[in-house]
């Protein structure tokens, strides 16, 4: 826990020093609780950016029968699209199936992952990238269910910047190294002939609304925007010179990871919340203007066109049958293998069960 707070804390003091907000809409460390019988959660950070830790004692859980239903889960961003298991929650699906659930904000798949090893979370919508980075590094996880099956991006950059071969020696702001959008831009330059050590300067930025902040400001030149995004920054005048939706990758972008212990004791807890995640995808694409009404309160925004243009592009990367895609994690698996050894022995079925789905 030390740990976490210490980079989280490192990551604040990076941001004030390049003139990035500290909160916003995709990057609030802050907790939101919901409808929790047991609401003491570990950490957070108030609106003063004030770092602010809770004791819940020396229990992974509060106090409570097990197989009661009540969980924690981890999410990389307010918007919907690591918000399947609230929009569930929202949809009351979960409390049909005797499930409550605090959801916990924390802006990239690295720090979520800390959060989950730390048991801080029981479980985390994150990406293939970071939770195998995690794996090789010794975490006891499983990817149980599918969340967005595809790249879901658009690499943007600054309204000078016109051509690809205009960004050699220009800024590209992620989240964090071994991060998703750090893969997509590493997939991105592959695409455009450049090479990511030599030809452009990576710096971590923050999560996709602090990434759009910063190209408005200048700070950074280039970076992966989410879709609702993409639509803002190019009404602002910025340029997209890849869309990933188009390329139509198979990828891991968010998967529902759990802890090995979790899915040992709680097992009970782990199918109900998976037969109501499921069910809230079928509720999600069947119930079309509650889900675009909350993609524009999320990004903010009254323009329905690029609501309904960001929820049409999730739609299509949602799995109907909750399912991850193997051939996304096996893309991001031959990546990584490229820089670690240890990845070249790993294999799919170690990092996935799909027992829990209905």
């Given at each position: 826990?030390?740990?976490?707070?210490h980079?989280?804390?490192?990551?604040?003091k990076?941001r004030?020093?390049?003139g990035?907000?500290?909160?916003?809409?995709?990057d609030?460390?802050?907790?939101?609780?919901?409808?929790?019988?047991?609401?003491?959660?570990?950490?957070?950070?108030?609106?003063?950016?004030?770092?602010?830790?809770?004791?819940r004692?020396?229990?992974?859980?509060?106090?409570?029968?097990?197989?009661?239903?009540?969980?924690?889960?981890g999410?990389?961003?307010?918007?919907l699209?690591?918000?399947?298991?609230?929009?569930?929650?929202c949809?009351?699906?979960?409390?049909?199936?005797?499930?409550?659930?605090?959801?916990?904000?924390?802006?990239?798949g690295?720090l979520?992952?800390?959060?989950?090893?730390?048991?801080?979370?029981?479980?985390?919508?994150?990406g293939?990238?970071?939770?195998?980075y995690?794996?090789?590094?010794?975490?006891?996880?499983k990817?149980?269910?599918?969340?967005?099956?595809?790249?879901?991006y658009?690499?943007?950059?600054l309204?000078?910047?016109?051509?690809?071969?205009?960004l050699?020696g220009?800024?590209?702001g992620?989240?964090?190294?071994?991060?998703?959008?750090?893969?997509?831009v590493?997939?991105?330059?592959?695409?455009?002939?450049?090479?990511p050590?030599?030809?452009?300067?990576i710096?971590?930025?923050?999560?996709?609304a602090?990434?759009?902040?910063?190209?408005?400001a200048?700070s950074?030149?280039?970076?992966?925007?989410?879709l609702g995004l993409?639509?803002?920054?190019?009404?602002s005048?910025?340029?997209?010179?890849?869309?990933?939706?188009?390329?139509?990758?198979?990828?891991?972008?968010v998967?529902?990871?759990?802890?090995?212990?979790?899915?040992?004791?709680r097992?009970d807890?782990?199918?109900?919340?998976?037969?109501?995640?499921?069910?809230?995808?079928?509720?999600?694409?069947?119930?079309?203007?509650?889900?675009?009404?909350?993609?524009?309160?999320?990004?903010r925004?009254?323009?329905?066109?690029?609501?309904?243009?960001?929820?049409?592009q999730?739609?299509?990367?949602?799995?109907?049958?909750?399912?991850?895609?193997?051939?996304?994690m096996?893309?991001?698996?031959d990546?990584?293998?490229?820089?670690?050894?240890?990845?070249?022995?790993?294999?799919?079925?170690?990092?996935?069960?799909?027992?829990?789905?209905?």
């Amino acid at each position: 826990m030390k740990f976490f707070l210490h980079q989280l804390r490192q990551l604040l003091k990076h941001r004030r020093r390049v003139g990035l907000p500290v909160i916003d809409d995709a990057d609030n460390f802050s907790f939101e609780r919901i409808q929790t019988r047991h609401q003491r959660p570990v950490f957070g950070i108030d609106r003063h950016s004030r770092i602010e830790k809770f004791d819940r004692g020396h229990e992974p859980h509060p106090p409570k029968k097990r197989n009661t239903g009540c969980f924690y889960i981890g999410k990389l961003t307010l918007l919907l699209q690591t918000d399947r298991p609230a929009f569930s929650r929202c949809a009351g699906i979960l409390k049909q199936h005797q499930l409550d659930a605090e959801v916990i904000y924390i802006a990239g798949g690295t720090l979520s992952m800390q959060a989950l090893v730390g048991r801080s979370l029981d479980f985390m919508c994150t990406g293939g990238t970071p939770f195998i980075y995690a794996y090789l590094e010794g975490v006891q996880g499983k990817i149980i269910g599918g969340v967005n099956n595809r790249l879901p991006y658009g690499f943007v950059s600054l309204a000078n910047i016109k051509t690809p071969a205009q960004l050699k020696g220009k800024r590209i702001g992620i989240s964090r190294f071994g991060s998703t959008d750090d893969f997509a831009v590493k997939l991105a330059l592959a695409q455009f002939g450049l090479n990511p050590k030599t030809d452009v300067s990576i710096t971590q930025v923050g999560g996709a609304a602090t990434r759009l902040t910063a190209l408005q400001a200048g700070s950074i030149d280039a970076a992966v925007l989410t879709l609702g995004l993409v639509h803002i920054a190019q009404k602002s005048g910025l340029n997209l010179l890849l869309d990933f939706i188009e390329k139509d990758i198979e990828y891991q972008q968010v998967a529902i990871i759990a802890r090995d212990d979790l899915l040992k004791t709680r097992a009970d807890v782990v199918r109900r919340f998976m037969k109501a995640y499921s069910e809230g995808i079928r509720y999600y694409k069947s119930q079309k203007e509650v889900a675009i009404r909350k993609t524009m309160e999320k990004l903010r925004t009254n323009d329905r066109a690029i609501g309904e243009f960001d929820y049409n592009q999730r739609v299509r990367a949602l799995p109907d049958d909750a399912k991850p895609t193997i051939k996304g994690m096996q893309l991001a698996l031959d990546d990584i293998a490229k820089d670690n050894p240890k990845a070249k022995t790993l294999t799919i079925s170690q990092l996935v069960d799909l027992s829990f789905l209905p």
